[in-house]
């Protein structure tokens, strides 16, 4: 009998989606439309000190520029409303009452002064302190207070915890989707708080357990940091007795620095200059930082990028439309050992996304740059150009710099060249070139080019001569295309009016 796949990508609200979270977020998405399953969009915002505002839509528009869709979740809706975890408290208090009225969980009235106390007293004993079996029966918890007493605490308002009562050395034996088989001895682990009566909510462990137990979610794939969690995990499903329907579980490598030792960092971001966030983010106090959007990336090649850190296709293919990720993706060639992540691979990329575009796909990037630069033109003509210069394209953020020349007559000229062309004879000719262009009816790039490579052939001038001094003319540097690309662009009015523009503008240099 096998199970409909459902998975779950459930951040916490705390700020921006890191990239490292987007991939969890993309794996999740490949093996759904893999499978033919459903992705869940799960805020898991119970732990409101962290709670940062924006950082929800951040998330959710992160996901929609990558191109990752989501099923059900905040902001789809879904069998399982409401998918946002502080929408749900009152579901998780019964859970927690469940596992103690079982035994397998109970209350703690230690207060934060008790337990710092406790911390500071192991400290100077040159130890650790940990909640958990050695200590529990000694501390104020129902394990040791009577019942009456357990009530009369909580009538009274005492604030308490629940807490999962670890089972003493006992062997979890837990599989792994990508890391194989693992074992933990409970006996290192600490006895976790479920529930807290302060802010009547869940910790992560008990709502991330109830809630992809009632969601019905078949794996969990996240990260490697859960690993640790995942004994606890374990044993909530047995306390719960839901062991017949627990997931899967897959935790996916950590992405290295560029350096390839450590996590990846917003600050190894800052140090290198390349993102390490989808989009630009500005969080409530206004502290910024840069994001792939912003920085001229294309979604289609940052996820491409992403796709292949700690995944492979087991071939030498590396351009992947998501189709084809969807197509091969399997958690089988998900690799053990961190990632390292390459700037350099980034934008290698985005220049073959780019540099395989067409006019119209070019279009709508292209467009909004013209517009901020005051350039009104159509559609067809934003894209044309951009589509003549894409090969020199690394990110969508180049374009004006390669591309103003199409639309904006020069202002100044550079000096370099100005003084290498425009002396002698050359402004005479560029004179004479422009009567000849005149006369041309059909002002093609071909027609054009013809006509006057004839003419400079007959008048036995230098070609390099003619087209630089005609590129200072229209481009008023020494870049961009073809000058017959550039001619035929702008037009015949326009060619002109830009090599009268110079004669009048720019005094000879000698
Ligand atoms: N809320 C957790 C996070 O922010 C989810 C971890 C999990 O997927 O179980 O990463």
């Not at 630009?280 to 491409?304: M, Q, V």
Request: with cysteine.
């Amino acid at each position: 009998m096998s199970r409909e796949v459902r998975v779950r990508f459930a951040p916490s609200p705390t700020g921006p989606l890191h990239i490292g979270g987007v991939r969890t977020a993309l794996y999740n998405y490949l093996f759904a439309r893999r499978n033919g399953g459903k992705m869940i969009l799960r805020i898991e915002d119970t732990d409101s000190q962290r709670f940062v505002p924006g950082a929800e839509e951040y998330i959710i528009e992160s996901l929609k520029w990558c191109g990752i869709e989501i099923d059900e979740g905040v902001g789809y809706g879904g069998p399982h409303a409401p998918y946002r975890q502080s929408e749900r408290r009152e579901i998780y208090l019964q859970y927690a009452k469940q596992l103690v009225d079982a035994g397998w969980a109970y209350y703690a009235f230690d207060t934060p002064e008790e337990l710092d106390k406790l911390r500071s007293e192991a400290e100077a004993a040159g130890k650790t302190f940990a909640y958990n079996y050695e200590v529990r029966e000694k501390l104020a918890t129902s394990l040791r207070l009577s019942k009456e007493e357990v009530e009369e605490r909580i009538a009274r308002g005492d604030q308490w915890v629940v807490r999962f009562k670890m089972p003493e050395n006992e062997v979890v034996k837990m599989d792994d989707l990508i890391r194989g088989h693992v074992e933990m001895n409970t006996s290192t682990l600490d006895d976790k708080v479920l529930y807290k009566s302060a802010d009547a909510l869940p910790t992560y462990h008990l709502a991330n357990i109830v809630d992809d137990h009632l969601m019905e979610v078949s794996h969990v794939i996240r990260g490697e940091e859960w690993l640790p969690s995942l004994p606890l995990h374990y044993l909530l499903y047995r306390a719960f007795g839901w062991t017949d329907t627990q997931p899967e579980f897959a935790h996916l490598p950590l992405l290295l620095k560029p350096t390839g030792s450590g996590k990846l960092s917003k600050r190894d971001g800052d140090k290198m200059g390349f993102p390490v966030f989808p989009l630009f983010w500005t969080s409530p106090t206004g502290e910024t930082a840069r994001g792939y959007r912003e920085d001229g990336y294309l979604a289609e090649a940052f996820i491409n990028m992403l796709s292949l850190l700690g995944w492979n296709p087991g071939t030498e293919q590396e351009i992947f439309s998501m189709q084809e990720l969807i197509d091969s993706f399997s958690l089988e060639r998900v690799s053990k050992a961190g990632a390292r992540f390459q700037p350099d691979k980034a934008k290698w990329f985005n220049a073959q996304y780019m540099h395989a575009m067409s006019a119209e796909q070019l279009a709508p990037y292209i467009q909004p740059i013209l517009k901020a630069h005051g350039v009104e033109t159509t559609d067809e003509r934003a894209g044309k150009a951009a589509e003549i210069m894409k090969e020199r394209m690394t990110l969508v953020t180049d374009m004006w710099d390669l591309t103003s020349f199409f639309f904006v007559a020069p202002t100044e000229y550079d000096e370099k060249l100005a003084k290498k062309q425009w002396k002698g004879d050359n402004p005479a000719m560029l004179a004479e070139l422009a009567e000849l262009l005149k006369g041309i009816e059909e002002f093609s790039k071909e027609n054009t080019e013809s006509v006057v490579r004839a003419w400079i052939e007959a008048k036995g001038f230098s070609l390099g001569q003619v087209m630089n001094t005609l590129r200072l003319a229209l481009v008023g540097a020494g870049k961009g295309p073809g000058m017959f690309d550039v001619t035929e662009f702008i037009g015949k009015e326009e060619t002109l009016r830009r090599i009268e523009a110079i004669i009048a503008n720019l005094k000879p240099m000698e």
